[in-house]
């Protein structure tokens, strides 16, 4: 693989170090200022890789690598650089808490933005509005942390580090909280009738021959685990009730772009979250994936087995664990309805409100991998994903040239717009429209394409995607920052394509979302890669003759022999044994482990046939 996920990372912490700076100096600033979100990607690329990559740990500082000080020398020597990491903690969650009510604050601040044309910009009302990425983002960042604390706390002997370390996952605490219940009430279920203009393009999706009467039962059929999911949900909405009585009806569910319009607080034994919701009532196919992703963290064996949710998160999590699941099974559902060929790899994606994109197609791949490869799907599913990634790659050109004034080019800049429904009168009457701008085309297909290679079992399959990952990741790798304080961050599309405009400040956005696909990269390193069935047959056929050889060298009394000829065969039977043990993880290597043997214990037959001939 092309992409060495170690070296990678040490890279962009050295040159996060050099734009940050250290102490009294430190800049949270990236290109688009600071916000709760962006601050919150900062600070991920510094804590997720270690919880990836135990190698590159830096809460241990007797442990800590010297690579590791290098590349965070900005932040002091290896006892220093874990006490500025949790100063740094300190005062984010500081900066993001009201003053006043001392709840958590999950404004979008300087991530909205407008349509291309629109020169008003957004009010400052607009600026404060709760959304889900943020919420999204604190899950993640907020697991993290209490990690990072909990570990780090067993190494601070001085009574008032240990206090700024407890402080520091308190906040995580609360934050995380906060943020458990901004998802669950951002999550919402829009239904329709199903010969309304959502409920055709849903019936397209299904069937070539669109609406019918049979297409919408097939559709409700095929959903009937997750409509009753939504009864066990929301037992008392009658509006759900009514989707499952009424056999004209047909729905979504995931997550809006906020907190929900009317939905309804949430309560727990300390706090009532009841902030105003303004988001309408419908799924948003981006801040879904980003929900599923962001609430995955909640459900990792990790933070199970150390048991890092109180009480009062055990309860929220079992409600968005429901959500979670209902919104990856509707949208897998619905992408891989029939026989032959899925609506997923019908490209682009058509959402239900008649807009059309290849980064619909992708988000919704997104939901459909973990579907497959949480259900153990077989590889030809895989092999179909894979497809798909590719055609994406191409469309997207990123494996291939573009074309003059190629509109593919939009994708990577500006990218494709979101529009915040039921935001745009915040202000007043002269607001403008407001939303959320995607533009990570690269990282999603190099992320999606690394998850997909961890669960293929085909080693042709696995070096598929492996190929197709070495070319995203070049076109990632040219788009890198090369002049500047920024240098070695992301993001500058110009690099590759000289057509879009030139961008010399790094976007903590894009270098979070590159520094998890390292970090999925090394997952994949670290993980045990899928044996041919070929070479495992030769593997094992190998040292069943090796075993029988040495055997008979035994069986001829070999081993009562002279002190060289006895430290042979117990080398020979070192090797048989570890050749054993890893021929159904390894077997090249167990094979080349035979071979040895097999060399071995032919030079003492060899020896032998010459004395006779003597």
């Given at each position: 693989m092309r992409l060495q996920p170690r070296q990678e990372l040490l890279s962009v912490w050295k040159s996060l170090s050099k734009w940050c700076g250290a102490g009294t100096e430190f800049t949270w600033d990236d290109r688009s200022g600071r916000n709760s979100i962006s601050d919150a990607e900062m600070l991920l690329c510094l804590l997720l890789p270690p919880i990836r990559l135990d190698d590159i740990r830096f809460d241990r500082p007797d442990e800590t690598r010297p690579d590791v000080c290098a590349a965070l020398s900005a932040f002091g020597s290896a006892v220093e650089i874990p006490q500025r990491i949790i100063r740094l903690?300190?005062?984010?969650?500081?900066?993001?808490?009201?003053?006043?009510?001392?709840?958590?604050?999950?404004?979008?601040?300087?991530?909205?933005?407008?349509?291309?044309?629109?020169?008003?910009?957004?009010?400052?009302?607009?600026?404060?509005?709760?959304?889900?990425?943020?919420?999204?983002?604190?899950?993640?960042?907020?697991?993290a942390v209490i990690r990072f604390a909990r570990s780090y706390r067993?190494?601070?002997?001085?009574?008032?580090?240990?206090?700024?370390?407890?402080?520091?996952?308190?906040?995580?605490?609360?934050?995380?909280?906060?943020?458990?219940?901004?998802?669950?009430?951002?999550?919402?279920?829009?239904?329709?009738?199903?010969?309304?203009?959502?409920?055709?393009?849903?019936?397209?999706?299904?069937?070539?021959?669109?609406?019918?009467?049979?297409?919408?039962?097939?559709?409700?059929?095929?959903?009937?685990?997750?409509?009753?999911?939504?009864?066990?949900?929301?037992?008392?909405?009658?509006?759900?009730?009514?989707?499952?009585?009424?056999?004209d009806l047909l729905f979504e569910c995931g997550w809006?772009?906020?907190?929900?319009?009317?939905?309804?607080?949430?309560?727990?034994?300390?706090?009532?979250?009841?902030?105003?919701?303004?988001?309408?009532?419908?799924?948003?196919?981006?801040f879904t994936v980003v929900a599923v992703d962001g609430i995955r963290e909640l459900f990792d064996p990790a933070t199970r087995r150390v048991g890092l949710l109180d009480d009062e998160q055990q309860l929220l999590a079992r409600t968005l664990n429901l959500q979670?699941?209902?919104?990856?099974?509707?949208?897998?559902?619905?992408?891989?309805?029939?026989?032959?060929?899925?609506?997923?790899?019908?490209?682009?994606?058509?959402?239900?409100?008649?807009?059309?994109?290849?980064?619909?197609?992708?988000?919704?791949?997104?939901?459909?991998?973990?579907?497959?490869?949480?259900?153990?799907?077989?590889?030809?599913?895989?092999?179909?994903?894979?497809?798909?990634?590719?055609?994406?790659?191409d469309r997207g050109r990123i494996r291939?040239?573009?074309?003059?004034?190629?509109?593919?080019?939009?994708?990577?800049?500006?990218?494709?717009?979101?529009?915040?429904?039921?935001?745009?009168?915040?202000?007043?009457?002269?607001?403008?429209?407001?939303?959320?701008?995607?533009?990570?085309?690269?990282?999603?297909?190099?992320?999606?394409?690394?998850?997909?290679?961890?669960?293929?079992?085909?080693?042709?399959?696995?070096?598929?995607?492996?190929?197709?990952?070495?070319?995203?990741?070049?076109?990632?790798?040219?788009?890198?920052?090369?002049?500047?304080?920024?240098?070695?961050?992301?993001?500058n599309p110009a690099n590759v394509y000289p057509t879009l405009p030139e961008r010399t400040e790094p976007s903590w956005y894009h270098t979070n979302r590159v520094v998890q696909c390292m970090a999925t990269a090394a997952e994949l390193v670290q993980g045990t890669p899928p044996s041919g069935v070929v070479l495992a047959d030769v593997a094992a056929e190998l040292l069943i003759e090796a075993e029988d050889v040495f055997d008979e060298e035994q069986l001829r009394g070999s081993g009562s022999g002279g002190p060289a000829l006895r430290e042979s065969l117990t080398r020979q039977s070192i090797g048989l044994r570890r050749a054993r043990r890893l021929m159904a993880t390894r077997p090249g290597t167990s094979a080349a482990l035979t071979l040895e043997v097999l060399r071995e214990l032919d030079k003492l037959a060899a020896a032998r046939e010459f004395e006779v001939g003597e």
């Open positions: 903690l300190a005062q984010y969650f500081e900066t993001y808490t009201d003053a006043e009510s001392k709840l958590p604050v999950f404004s979008v601040g300087t991530y909205v933005s407008t349509p291309i044309g629109e020169q008003r910009p957004a009010t400052e009302e607009q600026k404060a509005v709760e959304v889900v990425d943020a919420f999204a983002v604190s899950v993640v960042l907020a697991t067993n190494q601070v002997q001085r009574a008032s580090n240990r206090a700024e370390v407890d402080n520091v996952e308190r906040l995580a605490r609360d934050r995380l909280t906060a943020a458990m219940a901004g998802l669950q009430r951002s999550f919402t279920v829009n239904i329709f009738r199903a010969d309304s203009s959502e409920g055709r393009v849903l019936c397209e999706k299904a069937s070539p021959d669109g609406y019918s009467p049979a297409v919408v039962n097939r559709i409700r059929e095929g959903l009937s685990d997750v409509m009753a999911g939504l009864r066990e949900l929301s037992p008392n909405d009658a509006t759900v009730a009514d989707l499952l009585e009424n056999r809006s772009w906020g907190i929900v319009r009317d939905s309804e607080p949430v309560k727990t034994g300390s706090t009532v979250y009841s902030q105003v919701g303004h988001a309408e009532s419908a799924p948003y196919l981006y979670w699941d209902l919104a990856q099974r509707y949208w897998s559902t619905v992408a891989t309805l029939g026989e032959e060929r899925w609506p997923i790899e019908d490209l682009p994606w058509r959402t239900t409100d008649e807009e059309e994109s290849d980064y619909y197609s992708l988000l919704v791949l997104s939901l459909v991998r973990h579907a497959l490869a949480d259900r153990g799907a077989p590889d030809s599913d895989l092999e179909r994903l894979t497809r798909i990634l590719e055609d994406l790659a291939r040239r573009p074309l003059a004034d190629d509109p593919a080019l939009l994708l990577h800049h500006p990218g494709t717009w979101i529009q915040f429904n039921g935001a745009e009168s915040l202000g007043g009457p002269e607001s403008p429209r407001v939303g959320w701008r995607m533009g990570e085309l690269g990282t999603l297909l190099l992320g999606r394409s690394l998850s997909v290679a961890q669960r293929v079992n085909d080693h042709r399959l696995r070096a598929r995607l492996l190929d197709l990952t070495d070319r995203i990741w070049g076109h990632l790798e040219q788009r890198r920052l090369r002049n500047g304080k920024g240098a070695g961050l992301w993001d």
